[in-house]
């Protein structure tokens, strides 16, 4: 076996998109986003066997920590990989390694597309040294929907309030239209800024989300969705395809006419596009860690549950050490920035009880300011 940087696009999704650790932040077209994301250089290393053919691969993100500017790599849910114990993985590490010494990269960081409870993938990485590092980039947690049964049994599996407000959104008067021009991406940026701005999570520049339709939308798998209502758009979703996965990758929405329940149809639509690519499951990603009423998303979970599926925990965000002494003090800031953190929300939460009491209303939950990782992906 042989590791080296990949330039064939078409084997690199071909391996991708068939393996058990398949993920859309793994394919070979998201090493092209990486200047938006914060990335010094993207990384498609894979593991050619005897036969030429991939049986190991990732995709490394190239940043740097912020305050001690000291470079490290990221595999956003990777590597991709069957078999974890396997002698490709091995190789992997060992080619990772050498590139790290390179760039004076102090650690790896991994958050493999799979489940946490995955013994074998547990089992090889506390023999490979990795660490189990608390401090997750992507969501843990996430929302899968099999959609391999036909449409009628899908609306089934769903709430009954669900599919009666899908229903109610036609009744309304809400329409729903795939975005093809750059003037659907500005309406949908519109509304994302406004999303952002009630919701109070961060996004990225409008060019980024042109990109990510214009390069998987070339391929038919990338698509945007709007609802509108008396011709003007009122919410709208990304969704992206990979291997057998559909993922809700975006969403925004107005804050008019909220009560037409247009992102039950924009969902439903996204579920039966998805199967018209012979997806067999739809992601709609993240959702709390802890599944406890007040804790931070919960409304967002609810939504996603009633369409029916499960929670998906992924593993633990898992680092290998290079430099021990980087790694001590990359640690400990993050434990500072975990109490600044805890702190801001306390006085948020006691604020927050305080204008309750004098307005006699029940107290919020305490909002959390996720990362952009978080929010976004990688």
């Known amino acids: 076996m042989e590791a080296r940087i990949i330039h064939d696009r078409q084997q690199w999704n071909d391996f991708v998109m068939s393996s058990v650790c398949c993920n859309v932040t793994q394919t070979y077209e998201w090493a092209e986003f990486g200047s938006y994301l914060g990335a010094e250089e993207m990384l498609r290393i894979g593991v ?14 190239v940043s740097r920590v912020p305050v001690l500017k000291q470079t490290y790599f ?3 849910r990777g590597p991709v990989i069957d078999d974890p114990a396997s002698p490709a993985m091995t190789v992997l590490l060992n080619y990772i390694k050498v590139e790290a010494r390179k760039r004076h990269a102090f650690m790896l960081k991994i958050e493999p597309s799979v489940e946490a409870d995955n013994f074998n993938w547990l089992t090889a990485l506390k023999r490979r040294g990795f660490r189990v590092n608390p401090s997750h980039m ?3 947690n996430e929302w899968v929907l099999d959609i391999q049964s036909d449409e009628k049994t899908l609306l089934s599996g769903m709430k009954e309030k669900w599919r009666y407000n899908i229903r109610l959104a036609g009744r309304k008067g809400i329409t729903i239209r795939r975005g093809e021009s750059q003037a659907d991406i500005d309406a949908f940026y519109r509304l994302y800024e406004t999303t952002s701005e009630r919701d109070k999570f961060f996004i990225n520049d409008k060019a980024l989300y042109s990109d990510i339709l214009r390069v998987l939308g070339e391929q ?5 969705f709007l ?25 925004a929405s107005s804050n008019e ?17 998805a199967k018209q690519h012979g997806c067999q499951y739809y992601n709609f990603r993240g959702i709390p860690e802890i599944l406890e009423e007040g804790q931070e998303m919960w409304g967002v979970y609810l939504f996603k ?7 998906m925990l992924f593993l633990a965000t898992h680092d290998l050490v290079y430099q021990p002494f980087v790694y001590q003090a990359y ?11 805890a702190r801001r929300e306390m006085r948020q939460a006691s604020h927050a009880t305080h204008a309750a009491i004098q307005k006699q209303e029940p107290a919020p939950a305490p909002q959390k300011s996720p990362t952009p990782i978080q929010k976004e992906g990688v």
């Open 257 to 273: 006419h909220r009560e037409k329940m247009p992102n039950h149809l924009l969902q439903w639509t996204g579920i039966q596009w």
């Open 138 to 140: 992507h969501i843990r």
């Open 48 to 61: 050619l066997d005897d036969a030429g053919q991939l049986c190991a691969a990732t995709l490394l993100v």
């Open 227 to 251: 609802a509108e209502y008396e011709g003007q758009p009122i919410s709208g979703i990304i969704l992206l395809l990979a291997g057998p996965w559909a993922y809700y990758m975006y969403g």
């Open 331 to 341: 640690r400990a800031m993050l434990n500072v920035k975990h109490r600044l953190d």
């Open 220 to 224: 038919d798998r990338a698509a945007l």
């Open 74 to 76: 990221y595999a956003p």
């Open 305 to 311: 549950r009633g369409f029916g599926g499960r929670p």
